[in-house]
């Protein structure tokens, strides 16, 4: 009877650490990548898979269009997110990695560009803390759905700062572990498909649109001219990421730029869900 006493907290507390350990992150907790980024995914049997939600995932602007190719040193957002039609998944975790597209897929993978600052219940794990040979971004605690049930959305939106140039293409990694609360049992993941981002050669990332601006003089001084047909948002950044100079305008609009450092800037329009990049300099 004594042993038996002695046991049944042990085995209680090994359960609890098992079952607890993917609420705060999965490599943080266990060491477990689930997206696919490193090759073998070890530690990550504990949930179900699923086709009842299928995630994507994609690199934006931080005004919010989609590009297909990075500036160096440049700031953007990645949104992993998916939609589900269950009644009992209402809260999910995820994790997301940023790797050389040479070397994803691998039990090697070499993790690019650099993380900002969490949202609420998100961190970025080390591989010195979950012993991955990536950096892998995941929850800190289960995340709230949105939506409601029957219509739940799972969605992240997490700064990331293209690497310097010369890196060459980065992949995009990335799943989603919808859950209902009680445990690993009736759960359900699914990871996004892997996207490749390529490196711009030109300064200036590929968008999914063009919003017909023109940008000029260029290079510049004093005044940046914006021209676009019809009212617009813009956004100008350098190539730190800093935003310098932002609003809405109405067709022609003159920008200040005489305090600008000298150098590369890149400014952003959005019109009508349309959106473009230009490269300009600063004299």
Known sequence: MKKTFILLPLIGMGLYLTLSSSSSGGANGSGCDGTGASTPATGCNCHSHTSTFTPTIALKTTGGATVTSYTPGTAYNIVLSASSSSTTWPKFGFQMAAVTAATGGTASPVSVGTYGTMPTSCQVTSPSMSGLPETV???????????????????????????????????????????????????????????????????????????????????????????????????????????????????????????????????????????????????
């Open 137 to 283: 971004c995941e929850h800190s605690a289960r995340l709230i759905a949105g939506g409601t049930s029957g219509a739940y959305t799972y969605s992240v939106t997490i700064p990331w700062t293209a690497p310097a140039s010369g890196t060459g293409s980065v992949k995009l990694y990335g799943v989603i572990n919808a859950v209902n609360g009680s445990g690993s049992s009736g759960d359900g993941y699914n990871e996004a498909t892997p996207v490749t981002i390529t490196e711009s050669t030109t300064g200036v990332a590929n968008v999914t649109a063009d919003a017909g601006a023109k940008v000029f003089p260029n290079p510049c001084n004093g005044t940046l001219n914006i021209a676009v047909d019809g009212q617009y948002d813009l956004h100008v950044f350098d190539l730190g990421g800093r935003m310098v100079a932002n609003g809405s305008y109405a067709q022609a609009a003159a920008i200040d730029a005489s305090a600008w450092a000298p150098g590369l800037y890149v400014v952003e329009v959005m019109k009508d869900g349309k959106s473009e990049t230009i490269k300009v300099v600063k004299q």
